[in-house]
């Protein structure tokens, strides 16, 4: 959540990069509210000022044996009248708070504004592959090769849905086994979350209350119900919600492994066919927790170590600085690491590094005591795939595909598969 003493301080700053965004703002009718929330927090302290003064005389009355009857009516009147104002004060502030609730994060001042359109690559890496033969695309060379069942997984669960086999599914692990190895040994937490997450969760991550359609949920749509996580994101900034964290324990690094289940797939585009876009994929996900001045410390570390996974596969990539408007709603500032897909000659994303800044321990209320200040601060959170599988393994079979229709392992996978080449049956 935006603080409201900075809305207050710097209205018009913050109107501005939040149209960075394409959010277009107006905070008169927000500092209005605020305005009248403190008259009402004035009001209601002078009253219980006077209801305790008036309390203090009753027992000294009664002492002198006066008649304290018209002293009970006066309290009873304060009474009425304070919880007349607990009641209006309650009102307008839930208004703030629903109000503010909604309010993306605010873009980091260099970015770019707009959308896609606007993103900049700031470096590729690894030789882009060049094929001296006709090229298949990741749908056909899984489908030849048994790795992919398309046909079985839409009977399963229907359209965005696939089966891993055999190989298919032993290259799935063999991925995953490589980032939990990495990870370890770079000192991450090795987290399993529960896959079936309270509503508090999702507005902690920031993904709540405005993409609740995003998601699919248990029961009904509701704060009582659970929905089905749709990153591990969405857990582990949540792991310490409402509690204090010792300064001495940041940076605080974790990684969980989880399917990710969305409801934004189902697009029939030529980008999105096969593994590129599903209803449920793997992924390995980082998360740190941070003071704010080792912040973009911990962003470089988290956006080197997408980049390194991907680098050691041996695959063609990009990392891409994106606009202010192409970042997540929870997000301040968002580098991806991209894989070439040569059948369709586009880039497509593997890993997002992001931070969030406060932005979401505001919402968790997770907070450090400033060591020099001995102040309580909010943390700062980030994230990054580290990485998600079902746009690897098209780059790899694509990329690695070879003129007799097999597929070269890389060499950092084929500890965990045995074997270096893919071949038909």
């Known amino acids: ?37 403190r008259n009402f927090i004035k009001e209601v302290e002078e009253l219980k000022a006077k209801k305790n003064k008036v309390s203090a005389e009753i027992p000294l009355l009664k002492k002198q044996g006066k008649d304290v009857s018209v002293i009970f009516d006066e309290m009873k009147e304060l009474n009425t009248k304070i919880s007349e104002l607990d009641e ?11 109000f503010i609730a909604i309010l993306p994060n605010l873009p980091d001042e260099d970015l770019l504004p707009g959308g896609k359109e606007n993103n900049q690559v700031l470096r590729q890496g690894n030789k882009k592959p060049e094929f001296d033969f006709k090229i298949k695309n990741h749908v056909d060379l899984c489908s030849d ?35 939990v190895e ?69 940076p605080m690094k974790f990684f969980a492994y989880t399917p990710c289940y969305r409801r934004e797939a189902g697009s029939y585009r030529q980008e999105e066919r096969g593994m590129i876009r599903g209803h ?58 991209e894989v070439w897909i040569p059948s369709m000659e586009i880039y497509k994303e593997v890993s997002s590094a992001s931070n969030c800044g406060d932005y979401q321990a505001r ?27 079902s746009r690897l393994i098209p780059a790899i079979v694509e990329q690695f595909q070879n003129n007799d229709g097999s597929v070269t392992i890389p060499e950092v996978l084929r500890k965990y598969m045995g074997i270096d080449k893919i071949q038909k049956k």
């Open 363 to 389: 919402r968790t209320n997770t907070k450090y005591r400033n060591s020099n200040t001995k102040k309580l601060e909010f943390i700062h959170t980030l994230n990054a795939s580290g990485l998600a599988t």
């Open 88 to 98: 209006k004060l309650y009102i307008v502030e839930k208004k703030i708070f629903d």
């Open 145 to 179: 090769l048994g790795l992919i069942d398309y046909e079985r997984g839409a009977k399963l669960s229907g359209n965005g849905a696939w089966v891993y086999r055999g190989l298919g599914a032993r290259l799935e692990w063999a991925l995953l086994n490589y980032f």
């Open 182 to 250: 990495e990870h370890l040994t770079d000192g991450y937490e090795f987290i399993l979350p529960p896959h079936m997450l309270n509503y508090e969760c999702g507005f902690g991550a920031g993904q709540f209350p405005k993409f609740t359609d995003e998601v699919y949920w248990i029961d009904s749509k509701d704060e009582k119900s659970k929905f089905l996580l749709p990153t591990a994101e969405t857990a582990l900034v949540n792991l310490y919600r409402g509690e204090i964290i010792p300064e001495e324990n940041l």
């Open 1 to 37: 959540m935006i603080s409201i003493e900075l809305i207050k301080n710097e209205t018009k700053k913050v109107e501005e990069l939040l149209l960075k965004k394409g959010y277009k703002v107006d905070f008169s009718e927000l500092l209005l509210w605020d305005n009248q929330r």
């Open 280 to 337: 449920q994929f793997n992924k390995v996900e980082m998360v740190q927790y941070t003071t704010p001045e080792n912040s973009s410390k911990a962003f470089d570390e988290l956006v080197n170590k997408a980049e390194n996974l991907v680098k050691k596969l041996g695959l063609h990539y990009q990392v891409s600085k994106l606009a202010a408007g192409d970042c997540s709603a929870s997000m301040r500032r968002t580098y991806d690491v």
